[in-house]
C-alpha cells in the first residue's frame, strides 16, 4: 500500500489568497484526521471523519476552514482566506477502525503564508 | 485537557535506557505512542486499551495505568535510530485523541 498521501508537500501563498490540501487515506481505512503542527501548539487535531461524515470539526479554528470527503478516497483542507498564523505542517491520518486504532500519517504539507 | 509528557527532553548515549510518562486528567480509554523525526510524519508505535496491558516491540514497551491516568514508554539499550520526539495520544471511549507536547529523545554514540 502507498500510504496516505498528501498534497502538495510545500505550499507557499500570500495573505488573503485560497489555499487548498489534499489526502487520500488508505484504502479500506474508515477514518480520516486532519491536524495541525505548530511549535507552540503541536499537534492539534482540527476535524475528523468517519465513512466520509464530519464527526468533530471542533477543533476547526476559524470559518476561514473548510474540510470535505467527498468519497472514500479524497478529501481536502481548505483555508479562504488565507492568513500568515495560518503556517503550520498539516498533517492528514487514517484509521482502519476508528479512534481507538493505530494512525497512520501522511508526510504533511509545510504551508508558508507571507 | 492535552496530556502531560515528562520529561520534555532526554540526551542518552547508546546503550542506556529511558523512560518517558505520560499523564492525563481525564478518564481514559486508550493511549497511543508516536515517534517523529524531525522534518517526517508521526510514526505508530503502540497502543494500549483499558486494562493496564503492558505492550512491547522489541526494546519499547509500554504500560498503562488506569487507575492513574497514566502511561510510561520504555526505551531499552537505546539505539541511534530512536532518536526523534516521542508523543503519546490520550483519548476516552468516545473522545478524539488529543498529543501530548511531546519529549525530545537525542542519543548519542
Known amino acids: ?64 476552514f473548510s474540510a470535505k470527503m467527498p468519497n472514500a478516497s479524497f478529501s481536502t483542507l481548505k483555508i479562504q482566506p488565507s492568513e500568515p498564523r495560518d503556517s503550520a505542517v498539516y498533517f492528514c491520518a487514517s484509521s482502519p477502525r476508528g479512534l481507538h486504532y493505530g494512525y497512520t500519517f501522511g508526510s504533511g504539507t509545510r504551508l508558508t503564508v507571507v | ?38 522534518g517526517e510524519a508521526p510514526i505508530f508505535l503502540m497502543i494500549l486499551l483499558k486494562g493496564g ?26 539505539q541511534l535510530s530512536y532518536s526523534g520526539t516521542y508523543f503519546c495520544g490520550t483519548a476516552s471511549f468516545t473522545d478524539k485523541l488529543i498529543f501530548g507536547t511531546g519529549t525530545r529523545l537525542q542519543v548519542f554514540p
Open chain 2, 1 to 38: 485537557q492535552q496530556p502531560v509528557q515528562s520529561p520534555q527532553a532526554v540526551i542518552l548515549r547508546e546503550g542506556e535506557d529511558a523512560v518517558i510518562n505520560c499523564s492525563s486528567s481525564k478518564a481514559l480509554y486508550s493511549v497511543h505512542w508516536y515517534r517523529q523525526k524531525h
Open chain 1, 1 to 64: 500500500d502507498a500510504g496516505v498521501i498528501q498534497s502538495p508537500r510545500h505550499e507557499v501563498t500570500e495573505m488573503g489568497q485560497e489555499v487548498t490540501l489534499r489526502c487520500k487515506p488508505i484504502s479500506g481505512h474508515d477514518y480520516l484526521f486532519w491536524y495541525r503542527q505548530t511549535m507552540m501548539r503541536g499537534l492539534e487535531l482540527l476535524i475528523y471523519f468517519n465513512n466520509n461524515v464530519p464527526i468533530d470539526d471542533s477543533g476547526m479554528p476559524e470559518d476561514r
Open chain 2, 53 to 78: 496491558e503492558q505492550k512491547g516491540h522489541d526494546k519499547i514497551s509500554a504500560s498503562f495505568n488506569e487507575k492513574k491516568q497514566q502511561s510510561s514508554l520504555y526505551l531499552t539499550a537505546s
